[in-house]
């Protein structure tokens, strides 16, 4: 399975989002560090959720990154987040 693949499963199981869009921004990073031969690297994500009512925007890339640490372990460098609940602009 992808990178992409495992992000998306593992947001929609945890978060149950009416909105996710995960897009790998690997190669508009070539050269810089983290990137490698392949991408999967960096990544853009935006999500709704209602997970993230009531929570402040340091909560929500929070609940994302605790969420997505394996991603790390695979070989993420960096993460891009845009995170809403339902219903915000």
């Known amino acids: 399975m992808s990178l992409k693949d495992w992000i998306t499963a593992t947001l ?5 989002p009416t909105r996710l869009v995960v897009e790998d921004e690997s190669q ?3 050269g810089h560090a983290g ?6 690297t960096h990544f ?3 999500v709704v959720s209602r997970a993230f009512e009531g929570k402040s925007r340091v909560e929500r890339h929070r609940v ?3 969420a997505l640490a394996g991603a790390f372990e695979r070989g993420l460098h960096a ?3 845009q995170a809403r609940a339902p219903g915000e602009g």
């Open 44 to 46: 853009r994500i935006n």
């Open 79 to 81: 993460l891009a987040i």
């Open 35 to 40: 990137w490698r031969e392949g991408g999967e």
């Open 28 to 30: 508009q990073h070539f």
């Open 64 to 66: 994302i990154n605790a």
């Open 12 to 16: 929609r199981e945890r978060l149950d």
